[in-house]
């Protein structure tokens, strides 16, 4: 029997790792397939498991989902028709079938939780149309994606609170993630050692406290008062961080604590209760605690499953709606912390959640489901789904009319002006930092409709700038230089230009474009590296998508241009001296950058013409060429072979400063003359004029550059298009 187990990151297995344990000794030889290998928690783990059993093996090449950024979004937040159709779309991915019949599993596997079923749900319904069976392992109740996914037939996951069948899944408890391990002369000598580490006296009760690193900081913490009650009941407080200790020992109100608490922080640095040693603590101080005290985090959930003395602090319920958590501990749930004290003189055992079938019986008896009439059609004529919403591409004759009628009348994703407006507001409303960002998609539309779409919601919605970090590429902090106070920091100072190019590359091939209308794993980088640079846990976020999803009508031709010159505020970018260019800038120049894109290919007369036009130019003025000798995307830029008055500066330029540099010498020079695109739009933002050559009309959106001319022409600046047999007349 063979298992493909999909996970999202190598932590998933960590978190599993007691439940997978066996599955080798019951006869299974498992497949792991990531969609990312991340060093950290589970990463050690994972290679031990690889080492020491040969029936476990590592996909080497992760099961690359081509078109899994598309449909993420639309999975996770549409519903009916459009989700079913998504599916189905899904299923012709190309090679994706090739691949699982190559790999031939008797069962495919997601382990994780909700968004790692949304992240595998071609897998999903590739296996579907193969009639493999499929399970869901999942950690402490079904969540909302489960009522959807009706191809399931099992759903594996621990704390299932009596629920067997849910949104047409057959529901197993598999009991907790992480037990503590049976007591013995050994582990109550380990934790006794521990204890005395941190402080604390071995024989003495304690209470274990789980702090939460999700709590809003607007809520009172209940620490003080928890000390205050554990040291009036005579027990000594472990206090064990959430998954960022670092973060959640800094936030602790020591004025506020009482000074004759006995208590310790278990671990004041970076803290994952997922890595290996944090676990092994847990379960230590678990086993011998008095009572375990904590809000509903993951390892409370742990404690009740495992049958040990737990009790959940009570939430407000402002605290239950941000964290889109609810109360599952019934009679453990304390209605008020003064009910504390009561509960500590005599602690109630939570009922264990015994396992209704072990995991490796889950797996043998999952039956495949027969995919649906619609999903069987849409594979039959090979439906595809485009970046914005669901359309026909080349459908065969005699295609079933029902199904025509469904991509008809099915939702597309773009926004409505309420909808936006509703977005907006609930983000002015709050508190947190706001990751704006991360831009990684063309330098067009970056500043023709990015940054004017975000200064718009600022200012119309009363957005406090100093809420804002910024994330973009190639050093333009300028750009946002009035969105910023909150900091900017930039993609190349989280990777190298081959990774970031890799990344890039790999998500157009997913998504069919440079448009980023879909989360993936850049976002994640960026998401974790805002929560660090501002020390919090709870990040909003302002992302490209709203703005693709919001303008896609405007795009479309179906709103008119009042309507962009009403949501968007565009405005002059600030100079951002660069002295390396000192040396270099002559005092008077043309800005000259020429590369190919479908408007003006690579083709033998526009190679002519540009090494022309800058022969032409370099006679009566300082050429300064643009280029910059760096493969970021799918542009090849070209450097005509011209000598003379002609000035380079490829040789100041990396990822981290590219954009930057050319947008200063740009600034500097008193003309810009380029390809028409994304670059020959900057030269307007600076008040310099620009002049941008196309060689091919079909090769370029009339409908952004009529958009440039309006932007342009409400800043008052000049900027003028032509095509390049035109200007070749004059240069004769």
Not at 64 to 71: D, F, T
Not at 290 to 316: N, S
Not at 498 to 513: C, L, N
Not at 580 to 585: E, F, G, P, Q, T
Request: with cysteine.
């Amino acid at each position: 029997m063979k298992l493909l187990l999909l996970a999202r990151y190598p932590r998933a297995f960590s978190e599993w790792s007691e439940h997978l344990a066996p599955l080798s000794e019951a006869g299974w030889q498992v497949v792991f397939a990531l969609q990312h290998w991340r060093e950290g928690p589970g990463s050690a783990e994972l290679r031990a498991r690889l080492e020491v059993d040969s029936a476990w093996s590592l996909e080497p090449a992760p099961i690359a989902l081509p078109r899994l950024g598309r449909i993420a979004g639309l999975v996770a937040n549409r519903g009916g028709r459009t989700r079913k159709l998504a599916y189905a779309a899904l299923s012709a991915t190309p090679g994706l079938e090739d691949a699982l019949t190559e790999i031939a599993p008797n069962v495919v596997a997601v382990l994780g939780d909700d968004k790692a079923a949304v992240v595998f749900a071609p897998v999903l319904v590739a296996a579907a149309g193969q009639k493999r069976p499929r399970v869901l392992l999942q950690g402490w109740g079904p969540g909302p994606v489960v009522r959807d996914l009706r191809g399931f037939t099992d759903v594996a996951m621990i704390d299932s609170r009596g629920m067997r069948r849910r949104g047409g899944c057959n529901i197993h408890s598999t009991g907790p993630l992480v037990s503590p391990p049976p007591e013995t002369d050994d582990v109550r000598s380990e934790r006794s050692r521990f204890l005395r580490e941190l402080g604390l006296e071995p024989g003495r009760p304690y209470l274990l406290y789980l702090r939460s690193s999700e709590r809003p900081k607007s809520l009172t913490d209940p620490l003080p008062e928890v000390l205050r009650i554990a040291g009036a009941a005579g027990l000594q407080v472990a206090v064990l961080p959430g998954a960022h200790g670092a973060k959640t020992a800094s936030q602790i109100p020591s004025e506020t604590l009482p000074e004759s608490a006995t208590w310790a922080l278990v671990n004041q640095g970076e803290l994952r209760p997922s890595a290996a040693s944090t676990k092994r603590l847990y379960r230590l101080l678990a086993g011998g605690a008095h009572l375990i005290l904590g809000e509903e985090t993951p390892r409370l959930l742990d404690a009740a499953a495992a049958g040990l003395p737990v009790a959940a602090l009570p939430h407000t319920q402002d605290y239950i709606a941000a964290s889109g958590q609810t109360d599952r501990f019934g009679t453990h749930l304390l209605k008020k912390i003064d009910h504390l004290p009561k509960l500590l003189k005599a602690p109630a055992k939570a009922a264990p959640v015994e396992p209704t079938v072990p995991l490796a019986e889950v797996l043998a008896k999952a039956r495949a489901r027969r995919p649906d009439r619609l999903h069987r059609v849409a594979v039959r004529v090979g439906l595809r789904l485009a970046p914005g919403r669901l359309e026909r591409e080349e459908l065969p004759e005699e295609l079933a009319p029902a199904v025509v009628r469904t991509l008809d009348r099915s939702e597309d994703i773009n926004l409505s002006e309420s909808e936006v407006s509703r977005t907006l507001e609930t983000l002015a409303a709050g508190t947190s930092p706001i990751l704006v960002g991360p831009w990684i998609s063309e330098v067009g539309f970056e500043v023709l409709y990015w940054i004017p779409f975000v200064r718009w919601c600022v200012r119309r919605f009363g957005i406090d700038t100093r809420r804002l970090i910024v994330c973009s590429r190639g050093g333009v902090e300028s750009w946002y230089a009035d969105l910023r106070p909150g900091g900017y920091f930039d993609v190349f100072d989280l990777m190298d230009e081959a990774t970031f190019r890799d990344m890039t590359m790999a998500r157009f091939a997913a998504s069919g474009g440079q448009k980023h209308m879909d989360l993936g794993e850049l976002d994640d980088i960026a998401g974790e590296e805002a929560r660090r640079r501002t020390g919090s846990n709870q990040v909003a976020w302002l992302h490209p998508q709203l703005m693709y999803r919001f303008y896609r009508g405007y795009w479309q031709g179906r709103l008119g241009h009042l309507f962009f010159d009403q949501h968007s505020l565009p405005a002059r970018f600030r100079p951002d001296s660069q002295p390396i260019l000192d040396a270099v800038l002559p005092e008077k120049f043309v800005a000259v950058r020429f590369y190919f894109r479908p408007s003006f290919e690579d083709t033998p007369e526009n190679r002519s013409f540009v090494t022309r036009l800058v022969t032409r130019l370099s006679q009566r003025w300082p050429v300064v060429l643009m280029d910059t000798g760096l493969k970021l995307d799918d542009h090849d830029e070209f450097v005509p072979l011209v000598e003379g008055n002609v000035q380079r500066i490829g040789h100041l330029i990396t990822g981290r400063n590219n954009l930057a540099i050319q947008s200063e010498v740009v600034r500097r020079a008193q003309m810009f003359v380029g390809t028409y695109g994304g670059l020959s739009y900057i030269p307007a933002f600076h008040g310099v004029p620009a002049i941008a050559v196309s060689s091919d009309v079909a090769g370029f959106h009339a409908g952004h550059l009529q958009a440039a001319v309006r932007v342009f022409h409400r800043m008052g600046q000049s900027f003028t298009h032509t095509m390049r047999d035109e200007l070749d007349i004059l240069l004769g």
